[in-house]
Nanobody
């Protein structure tokens, strides 16, 4: 599986951005795709993920109510709509994918075996 992320940029606080991740390769009912982010000097942290089968979504508490993850099965893409952005959302955002990720592991980096290149999101105050 290869992942290609796009859509980052610079936005003022309160603004919106939409990230997209295109996957090439096979998917299956056990497939999940999601987003992590890494700010300078910090660990990579979970943002959101979605199950390919059924579409269940999971979010970090810090983005609930502001970010929405969605998928397009036909196009093998996942999008992250980010609204009401805050300066603390500034980070490099990484698309990730995995197979057979159980619910308790949805927010855990090591559960994802495939990673895309990062895309920079910068939110100015």
């Amino acid at each position: 599986v290869q992942l290609q992320a796009s859509g980052g940029g610079l936005v003022q606080a309160g603004g919106s951005l939409r990230l997209s991740c295109a996957a090439s390769g096979r998917t299956s009912n056990s497939y999940v795709m999601g987003w992590f982010r890494q700010a300078p000097g910090k660990e990579r942290e979970f943002v959101a993920t979605i199950k390919w089968s059924g579409g269940s979504t999971y979010y970090a508490d810090s983005v609930k109510g502001r970010f929405t993850i969605s998928k397009d099965n036909a196009k093998n893409t996942v999008a992250l709509q980010m609204n009401d952005l805050k300066p603390e959302d500034t980070a490099v955002y990484f698309c990730a994918a995995g197979y057979g990720v159980i619910q308790s592991m949805m927010g855990v980096k090591r559960a994802y075996g495939y990673w895309g290149q990062g895309t920079q999101v910068t939110v100015s105050s």
